[in-house]
Each structure stands twice: as C-alpha cells, then as structure tokens.
C-alpha cells in the first residue's frame, strides 16, 4: 500500500506514526512534511494547498490512499480532486468541510437539526453587529465565520471589547478573508471536550475523547493559542455523556448534511462545552483530526485503527464499535518557540535526546533541518512531546520530564497539563 499524508505539522507526523505502526510494510510519502516524517517516510515539497500539484504527485507515485491533515486544503476541495482522479481519500469534500469553513453555516446546520450550540447570530455589516452587541449581556464571544489557523474566536467580558473585535474583523480587514462575517454568541460556562468521531455519513465510531490546553500560560491564563497541549482518556467523558453526544450531537448533524446532499465521511470532530450539569453543548465542529489532540489519541488507541480510515475512505466501513477506548493514558505537552502564538522566533538549534524512554513520543511540528543537518525551530508549535502511562497523572509526569531533558533557545511550554484530571484523580 502506497500512502499520501497531507500536511506538515504535529498531527500528520502523528498520523504517519500510527499508518506505520499499523501497515509496517506500507510505503508512505508526507507533503510537505516534516523532519519527523522524514524518517518514516517521503516528504514531498508540495504544500497542502496545492491541490493540483498534490493531484499529479498522487497519480505519479500511485498512490492509493490518502490522509488529509489540515483543514485548508479540505475546505479547497482537495479530497474531491483525489477522489476523482481515483485515489481513495480520508476527508470530506469542501462542501462538506463547510462544517469547519464557515462558522456561519456550522450555525445554521446545528439550528435546522436541533443540535445544542449557543445562540448567535451571523453579520457581514458592521453597524448591525455593534447593535446586537450592545443589547447582549456580557460576556460574549465574537468569531470569525472562517479559517483563522484557531485566532478567530475572541472571549469579550466586556460589550467594549465584543465591539473592537467586530470592529478589527469586518472594518479593518484584521484576519481577511476569515473575517469578513462574523458569529457573535452567547458565552457558555462549564468544561471543554474534543469529542471526534470516525463516519462514513451515518455510522459512527466515536474516539476516545480528548481535552485540548488553549491558553499560552499555567493555569489557563494569556492569550489563546493553537493548543499548548492535550491528553486523553478523559473522566469526564462518561459512557451517558458520550451517548447523549452522539445521539444530540453527531448524528442530527450527520442526517442534516445528508438531507443537503453534501453527505460527511471522514473524521468530524465535535469541540463541546460541558456544563456543570453535565449538558453537552457545541463550540465548534472541524472536519479533520484535532491539533494537538490527535498526538494523544492516537498513541493510547490499540493498533490497527489506521485500518478503519483505510475502510472509510474505500467506502467499505463496518464498524465494530460504537466507542474505541484508549487501551494506555497519553498526555502531549507542546513545546513552542519565544514569541508563540504572534511572532514565534524561529532558526534556533534544538538538542533532542535520543534515549528518552519506550513510553515517549516526540512528534515535530515546527522544525527543519539546515544545510548542515541541525534541527532548528521553524515554526511557533516545535515538538509535540507524548508520553504513556497506566492513568493521566503518571503520563503527565513523564511527558513533564521528557520536555524537561529536550532544550532550545526559547523553549515555551505549560508543566500543567492535564492538570483538570490531575485534580479529579486526587479527590477520588
């Protein structure tokens, strides 16, 4: 089997990590890819957006089946270029990916198929905008209806400063094209959860579920980021909440995009906040594997769970299971370079051991390897350190440890993570 990976980030050196686990005899090729893919595979220099270029490389090095990374080049339509060029593809199509692209339709999906969300509205003008605001209760939330690389949802305590963020995005031009509407909606207290879940557009499988670290700082604190790091399983994820999850959540949203003749197959990945009460409600859906999610997921599933992507896209899936549980506890810290996430610094070496232990996994996100073969940061998420352990809190402490020995010039990471289920397990 010959394997195309699209992307060059943490996630995808994740996704090659756990196709050759799991088909140790396939050849696989990554674009653009990474040092880490490097050494599993082929990294071809194509970047994820270019669709036709990634389509000639596919009939060239005849591939049979690819894994689509990202979210851009799902939402410019490169699984539907795959596919009719013959390759079997893990991902929707752009019109599906929709979900992920236009916060705006995401919106009006989940209203028409009844799946609990907070009450927003969608503006492309700013004058309405600024009126809604000032008749909205604070705080409240103003996002981008676009891709925004995970800058477009501003948290507003204040009408304020919900009235400058509207202000940045539409009158400004402040993150473009993602900007040019906006959701403005109601803020939701509780927990976050990354719920994602295998389907072919009306089976689901739902993954063990994740919780990502958003914030730069210990303790949640700064500004928010791509995700400062991830661990999985969680307790909070009970057996009933991820029932109701599939049956409020996954599902409806599954028959609404069949009933829009844009049918979803691939990885739908539900960001949901959980109240107090324990009521699942959605921030976000994207159409792709998580970031830095997957880096945990994956790891702490058995092998062969690369096989059901391979039957998803074929179009041949039969699910065993309604739930995968983790068989180990992995915890991902994210070590990112000075200046992460506005202006990450980038060229400086990093010294990566080799002998960091059996349970540890480095991913590369943002690095590359210069002339003279030094790993250097190039990007603001450098590595992705992943370790397993028997439960949380011991993954916790050797992923800590393992970022501890791993140094460059600048190095930013949380000690923290994982701390939510820390605490849960020390009051049991």
């Known amino acids: 089997m ?183 909606e109601q803020f939701l207290a509780g927990e976050e959860l990354s719920v994602l879940a295998l389907t072919d557009g009306e089976r689901v499988a739902i993954l063990p579920p994740a919780q990502d670290h958003k914030r730069l700082g210990e303790g949640d604190t700064g500004p928010n980021t791509g995700g400062m790091g991830a661990y999985c399983p969680v307790s909070l994820a009970t057996p009933a909440l991820l029932e109701r999850v599939r049956r409020e959540v996954l599902e409806p949203t599954l028959r609404e995009m069949a009933v829009r003749r844009t049918p979803y197959a691939g990885v739908l990945y539900a960001g949901l906040m959980i109240s107090a009460d324990g009521t699942p409600s959605v921030l976000e859906f994207n159409c792709r594997f998580g970031d830095p999610e997957t880096q945990a997921i994956l790891p702490g599933l058995a092998p062969g769970v690369s096989a059901q992507f391979l039957d998803i896209a074929r179009g041949a899936w039969r699910p065993s299971r309604e739930v995968l549980a983790a068989e180990r506890a992995a915890v991902t810290t994210v070590l990112a370079a000075r200046g992460y996430p506005d202006a990450p610094e980038r060229g400086a070496a990093i010294d990566l051991p080799e002998n960091l232990g059996s349970d540890v996994l480095v991913f590369h996100a943002g690095t590359v390897r210069d002339l003279g073969g030094t790993l250097r940061t190039a990007g603001g998420r450098v590595l992705d350190v992943t370790t397993l352990g028997p439960d949380v809190p011991s993954a916790a402490r050797r992923s800590a440890a393992a970022c501890e020995r791993i140094t460059f010039d600048g190095k930013t990471w949380r000690r923290d993570i994982a701390w939510r289920e820390i605490r849960r397990a020390g009051a049991a």
């Open 2 to 184: 010959r394997v195309l990976v699209v992307g060059g980030g943490g996630r995808e050196h994740a996704l090659c990590w756990a196709l050759k686990r799991d088909h140790p005899h396939a050849t696989l090729f990554a674009a653009p890819g990474n040092p880490g893919t490097a050494q599993l595979g082929t990294n071809l220099a194509i970047a994820a957006t270019a669709v036709a270029d990634l389509v000639t490389a596919a009939r060239q090095h005849s591939i049979d089946f690819a894994v689509i990374g990202p979210e851009a080049p799902l939402a410019a339509g490169l699984a539907d270029a795959l596919r009719a060029a013959g390759t079997a593809v893990l991902g929707p199509s752009a019109a599906a990916a929709r979900l992920e692209a236009s916060k705006a339709f995401a919106k009006e999906v989940m209203a028409r198929a009844g799946v609990p969300t907070a009450a927003s509205r969608s503006f492309t003008a700013l004058d309405p905008a600024l009126a809604y605001i000032r008749s909205h209760a604070e705080p409240l939330v103003v996002k981008a209806s676009g891709l925004a690389a995970g800058k477009g949802a501003v948290l507003c305590d204040t009408r304020a400063a919900a009235a400058a963020s509207a202000r940045a995005m539409l009158a400004e031009g402040s993150l473009g094209e993602a900007g040019r509407e906006i959701v403005i």
